[in-house]
């Protein structure tokens, strides 16, 4: 089973956000240039450099000709731009707090469901045909990719969605909104092509939430 767009790439590390920031504001910057910028060693700098290279998330051009040791810069690629991109969590908020403030239950259900649907179907995309382990598992590479750790374990009978950070910090917020959890599962169901069910919250007091399936899976591991 594979994705149908590859997508191997670790969470970019703190340390190496930093230089993605940095190079989003100015193009080009040399090793001496991040030094001075971020207050480290230039072996520090190049190990950073190296491993965002390696992702695909920068690229080094060189600069100037002549003899000597050649020098470089630094550009973010198209990938680099995206993953430096600016966060839309305001935005977010606000569009959640309008959708709280609709009246009527009816019409905030369907447009919750209506989101739901939009986001679980974007995963759906990515997800080969095949049994529901292996959707679920590598639905979990694609949360982990997107900065939310998550596993595939096993309960009795059903293979279990373990999220090990909450999503959408940002819209449960200090009133601990649960209706976040319900759209959070309706989008997984989406995804995943079967229906789900939170069967564990980090809301209760666990260190993580725990979807399952709502029927006992065909040969999943007991």
């Known amino acids: 089973m594979e994705l ?6 670790e969470p970019t590390r703190p340390v190496d956000q930093l230089v993605l920031n940095l190079l989003r504001r100015q ?18 700098i190049r190990q950073r450099l190296d491993r965002l290279e390696e992702s695909g998330l920068i690229e080094r051009r060189k600069q100037g000709v002549g003899r000597g040791r050649p020098s470089f810069n630094y550009f973010l690629t ?8 600016v966060t839309y969590s305001d935005l977010a908020i606000a569009l959640w707090n309008e959708i709280k403030m609709i009246e009527s239950p009816e019409v905030k259900a369907t447009l919750i469901e209506r989101v739901s649907q939009r986001m679980g179907g974007s995963f759906r995309e990515l997800l080969a045909d095949g049994p529901l382990e292996d959707r679920m598992q590598l639905m979990a590479g694609l949360l982990t990719n997107r900065k ?5 374990t096993s309960g009795i009978g059903l293979p279990i969605l373990e999220v090990q950070a909450c999503p959408y910090p940002d819209l449960v917020g200090h009133e601990q909104d649960r209706s976040v959890c319900n759209m959070e ?8 092509g079967q229906e789900m069910e939170l069967s564990q919250c980090r809301l209760d007091g666990h260190s993580c939430c725990q979807f399952k399936p709502t029927v006992t899976v065909a040969g999943a591991a007991s």
Do not use: F, H
Request: charged share 20%; proline share 2%; net charge neutral.
């Open 78 to 85: 198209a990938k680099g731009a995206q993953q430096a991109g």
């Open 27 to 44: 193009a080009g910057l040399s090793v001496t240039d991040l030094m001075e910028r971020l207050e480290v060693t230039a072996t520090a």
């Open 148 to 152: 939310i750790p998550t596993c595939m």
């Open 4 to 9: 149908k767009t590859q997508s191997n790439d």
């Open 185 to 192: 599962t309706k989008v997984l169901s989406t995804a995943l």
